[in-house]
T-cell receptor
Framework: GQNIDQPTEMTATEGAIVQINCTYQ??????LFWYQQHAGEAPTFLSY??LDGLEEKGRFSSFLSRSKGYSYLLLKELQMKDSASYLC??????????WGAGTKLIIKP | GAVVSQHPSWVICKSGTSVKIECRSL??????MFWYRQFPKQSLMLMAT?????????EQGVEKDKFLINHASLTLSTLTVTSAHPEDSSFYIC????????????????FGPGTRLLVL
C-alpha cells in the first residue's frame, strides 16, 4: 500500500529552527511537495523536490533522499505566523498526490 | 498573487438544494484539475480528478451522480453538489496543475482558497 508518515504535532520556540520529517512508500515517484495550511484555510504550496538534495527558499528549505524515501522541511527563524499544519505529499506514478496527515506546528513565544 | 480562484467562498443552503462551486486557474492553463474535501481536523481527501473535455475520475466511495464535475475548459472546472444534505457540509478545495512561468518552470499543483459549505 501507499503510505506517508509525518509527526502529528511539534512544538518550537519563536526564533528557533525546526525540522519536520516525512517518510514515504508509494507506487512510483514523481516528486514530493510540502504545503502549509493555516486553520480554516486551503493549503498553500511551499516546495517541490524531485531530485535528491536540498532546496532553499528563504527561511524554508526542503530536503529529499529518494533512496531512503525521506524528506524534511526545515524552518528557520521561526515566527508566530508559522504556526500551521505542514502537509507532505508525494506524486505517484499516476501523477496523483498521496497526502500525509499533516504535522501541526505550534510556535511558542 | 493567487493563481487559482474559487467561487463562492462560503455557501449556506437548505437541505435538498444543489450547490455549484467554480474553480478557475488564473493566467495559466490547467492540464488537470482536482477536487478535494476536508472535514474538520482531518486530512484533505481527493474526491475526483478531471481533465479538460473528458469525464472525471472519481475516487472510491465518492458518488459521481451526487458530485457532478464539469471541466469545460483548460481554466474552468465546476463541482455541483446535488441535493445537498447536512452530512455534505465540508470544506471543498479545488486544485489545478500546470506551469506558472513566473513562479516555477515545473508543473506544479496549485490550490484554490476553498469553499465552505454548510447545509442546514
Amino acid at each position: 500500500g501507499q503510505n506517508i508518515d509525518q509527526p502529528t504535532e511539534m512544538t518550537a520556540t519563536e526564533g528557533a529552527i525546526v525540522q519536520i520529517n516525512c517518510t514515504y512508500q508509494t507506487s512510483g515517484f514523481n516528486g514530493l511537495f510540502w504545503y502549509q495550511q493555516h486553520a480554516g484555510e486551503a493549503p498553500t504550496f511551499l516546495s517541490y523536490n524531485v531530485l535528491d538534495g536540498l532546496e532553499e527558499k528563504g527561511r524554508f528549505s526542503s530536503f529529499l533522499s529518494r533512496s531512503k524515501g525521506y524528506s524534511y522541511l526545515l524552518l528557520k527563524e521561526l515566527q508566530m505566523k508559522d504556526s500551521a499544519s505542514y502537509l507532505c505529499a508525494v506524486m505517484d506514478s499516476n501523477y496523483q498526490l498521496i497526502w500525509g496527515a499533516g504535522t501541526k506546528l505550534i510556535i511558542k513565544p | 498573487g493567487a493563481v487559482v480562484s474559487q467561487h463562492p467562498s462560503w455557501v449556506i443552503c437548505k437541505s435538498g438544494t444543489s450547490v455549484k462551486i467554480e474553480c478557475r486557474s488564473l493566467d495559466f492553463q490547467a492540464t488537470t484539475m482536482f477536487w478535494y474535501r476536508q472535514f474538520p481536523k482531518q486530512s484533505l481527501m481527493l474526491m475526483a480528478t478531471s481533465n479538460e473535455g473528458s469525464k472525471a475520475t472519481y475516487e472510491q466511495g465518492v458518488e459521481k451522480d451526487k458530485f457532478l464535475i464539469n471541466h469545460a475548459s483548460l481554466t474552468l472546472s465546476t463541482l455541483t453538489v446535488t441535493s445537498a444534505h447536512p452530512e455534505d457540509s465540508s470544506f471543498y478545495i479545488c486544485s489545478a496543475r500546470g506551469v506558472v512561468a513566473e513562479r516555477n518552470l515545473q508543473e506544479t499543483q496549485y490550490f484554490g482558497p476553498g469553499t465552505r459549505l454548510l447545509v442546514l
